[in-house]
């Protein structure tokens, strides 16, 4: 019988992390660094993109990919 009701068929049981669940550590982790500039506005763009970049490696490292994402040809150059 499959499994749907979102959480992972382990002893653990632990929820599988979701698209949401990624944006919302982005926005924290923007947020912060937005403090950590003196919260000087004007840097929210290079804010975002820099805390989904840290996101990103620190979930590599872990042999994760973001819930949600699905590479795309422009990430590849093409």
Request: with cysteine; hydrophobic share 30%; glycine share 8%.
């Amino acid at each position: 019988m499959a499994n749907t009701s979102g959480t992972l068929s382990t002893s653990l049981n632990m929820k599988l992390p979701t698209y949401e669940d990624f944006q919302e550590l982005v926005r924290r982790r923007a947020h912060k660094l937005y403090e950590l500039r003196g919260k000087e506005n004007g840097g929210d763009l290079e804010d975002w993109l820099q805390a989904e970049s840290e996101l990103r490696q620190q979930s590599l490292k872990f042999g994760r990919v973001p819930c949600g994402e699905v590479p795309n040809s422009a990430q590849y150059g093409r």
